[in-house]
């Protein structure tokens, strides 16, 4: 048939060259497969398992044999609403196993991404748009609790507010034994202090993806309000707040997918008064009737997705958010005045309660013998420089200063984490690039969705099939497999910022180099990503960070558990071995404070940098 | 044609990896005829790192001092259950390299990967004599016990003589535990209680405590009775060591928790101001109705996917003995199946456990998991 119209045959052809002759498309084609690949894949293997029989438990329960597919899970989780007897529909196995839950889920995301844009957007606009004192400090300090583990600042949250009138009742923390101050069970179990503290945890995204836009915006826009006289109000509402909206839209759908998926925060903050989400059901089920966990999976997914077809909706076609134009690069700082002082030790007395006195407290925990005597005689520094520690039967003979162990385990999560934001940091500019010059096509609009999709789906299951896709190919495993997980899993970070930076980039820059027929990498390295350093970089050290303390997404994939510091920290943790837990965690903030510290010596950029300061 | 010998390459390797895997429980089969020495030789010639999994952090120190020891090069991971069961599975059937020997606490799932050949039973002749039948097939490596034990500062708790003490209304709030649904064992000891020969044996203990007989109402038997009550009064911790650190606070009075003895080794619990209800029970003579606790096996198990079958054999050999048992045996709370080796001072023995507490009956908790699990989700909200 093409023989036959030679003529149609190279018409197409010539298309398909002129398609090919752009770097955006070629960018564009080679993500679209790619990413098919590391995300539909594992959606599709997700899926199947929601049908399909699983061994021991399961396989008893149903009575097929393993592998069959049943729709069982389905009706099980979904569709058992009728045996809870006298307590009615509260009481079925549906509406616990599912329903609650969901809707707890549902709250705690909601008011942590809430919590998260607040937060971080307002200290954004303050540090990037302001003349607020003390800059430095705020910048710097507000990035600390996405540097620390989740769960590590639940436990500190609980150490600190609990007392004996919540939860289990058995022992005062700070705030009731040194301040005699008791707070009531809503603030330190369930709902409040969950959402609370994944929206602290989370804000930093707020602050990164919004303050890059706010420091990089025209500030032409808010200039011409001014000389109109416009109340200030207005300017924020009318003028600021659509500006920024897409990286608010972008935080939202971070956070809340982030939150959806937390498993370690409400574990600790939700089973003393028996508050269950979707991720800690997932969890249990996953050990026994995975089936149903899987279902729970799709769920969540099936929420990411709504978020990011509203996200989509909101930035896609109506408005084009071009800020940088080349054309005026003088940002207005709003003078604060007489208000400065007071919002600046303001701000600076909650960073230091929410992000420094973790750190102090993780501190004191490192080095005290006996739980909650903070004495001198039950201080040791032991686990941190002692040796033949043998008698302490704590899983390490060395201070952690002193263990191989965990240097080797710190080399190995550094390598990771670098390989990781390289991979991901550079796709995720080139997926910027590709979606913002082709814009609204319907091949950029699929690598948008498609580079955002791995966010959405729950680490644990995303990590278990991984490990099914690496026993069929033989190269996938160890540190390869670790690096490919961990690159897919944070390209939504670079991949925002790409997006974000690119979209603010007005085509006329490129466009006059390209009259001069410079060539395309000259045009990415010389000019590009020149310009929009600050926000391309954040999309190399978001993955970075996330890849240094991620927990979940690796626990089944790394060689053992010692092989990085954060499976190494979790099994300290639930060991209870306190002490050596709070010291590598201390360990891991450290490095990744001078890892940024070091990139922004360098470079010039850091995490906070997207913002000012 | 390049293709086709690539593919023909590939299909060979498969085939002989396939080979390999068939090949361990023949091999299991015939090392029982093998004195010690023979096998030490049979596992040194084996090449390879051997891989061990286990749902216990100590299997990393036993497998260092084995692999000095036997000059043999080893990897221990410590992984939960689910995990150790999710790879295990995956890596078998892809005939990729992974576990040569496990180490796991879940025994319903175990019945599983026995009957479908994942898991190879190996137990070292020597010690037939020595490892009580029961614990042979599958072999048990140790036992782990979680125990009543309470605060004892001003003797707010009165000695724990009958379990349903714990359902007494004053007990409200008082009684913590870890919440079953996330730690399988908990789960497990739960699911026992329904069975006919412990309802049968809460039922007496419920008559010798309220001097009458149990009325049941809605509930199927009494084992579902005390699971209800008991549930309804906890109060859920994070984990056992928590569970442990808090109750042992001096702000703890009244205070009751069932978790693993270990803890009260541990450096950062005031095990002073605790009270082990069997120990106390064991001192002045009187028993803990029905139950003071119960005990979880850890199973010791070839991989079917082993590429160093002898090696993980001479491993489950070594574990067994006094050497490779230390890394458990040196504080309390862990108890070898060998019964050759002598308890701690200050500890009772495996004999003795068995008799006070709730032994897990794998095939039991399969049958009925589903029944009981969703009866005791009711009782978590």
Redesign the interface.
Known sequence: MIKSNPLRWRRLMGRVRSFLSKPANIILLVFFIILTLLTLYPLVILLWETVIVHAGREARAIGLKKGATTLYHFKRLLFTLDDGGAGGIRLSNSWIQFYEPLFNTLSVSITSSAIAIAFGGTVAWFVARTNIKYKKFISTVFVFPYIMPSWTLALFWQSFFKNVNVGTGTSNGIMASVFGIFVPQWFVYGYFPISFVLGLHYAPFAYILIGGILRNMDANLEEAATILKTPRSRILSRITLPIVMPAMMSTLLLVFASSMSAYAVPIFLGSPVRYYVLSTKMKSLMDTYSGQAYIIAAVMILFGVIILALNKKMTGSRKSFTTVTGKSSQIALVNLKRANRPIALLLVVILALAAVLPLITFAAESVIIKAGDYSFSNMTLEFWIGKDLQYLDQGDSNGILFSPKVWKALGYSLALAVTCALVAGTSGMLVGYGIAKRKNSKLANAVNSLSFFPYLMPSLAFGAIYLAMSTRVSWLNGFVLLALVGSVKYLPFASRSGVNAMLQLSGEIEEAALVVAVPWWKRMTRIIFPIQKATFLSGYLLPMISCMRELSLFVLLVPTSNTILTTMLMQYSEKGWAQFGNAINLLIIVVVLTLNFTVNKLTGASIDKGVGG | MKKLLALLLASMMLLSMTAVFADVAQDVESAKELTHEELVQKAKAEEGTFIVYGNT?RI?TALEDFSKLYDIPG?????????I???L???I????KGADMVMIQ?G??L???LN?DYLVNYLPAALAGSVAEDDQNPLVQQYINKLFIYSNIDDKVAPIKNVWALTEPAMK??V?FK?P??E?VNMNFLVMLTSDDWSDKLADAYKSYFGKDIELG?FKNAGYKWIAEFLSNS?????????????S?T??SG?IGLFVLS?L??????ADNLTVAQYDASENNYTVEPFSGFIYPMYALVSSGATRPYTAMLFIEYLMGAEGFAPWG??IGAYSTNQDLVPLEGDLPISVWKDSLVVENPAYI??N??DV??FV??Y??
């Open positions: 952090s990393t990897e221990g991971n410590n992984l939960k259950d689910a995990e069961y999710t790879k599975e995956i890596e059937d892809g005939s990729a879940d319903a799932s019945i599983y990967m479908n709030g008082n913590i919440n649904e996330t399988q809605d109060v859920f911790g994070s984990s056992d060591t928590s569970i442990a650190e808090e109750i606070q702000t703890a205070k803890k080794r541990s450096s950062s619990v005031l040196k504080s399969l049958e998991y589903e699990s969703t989700t009711k978590l909200q």
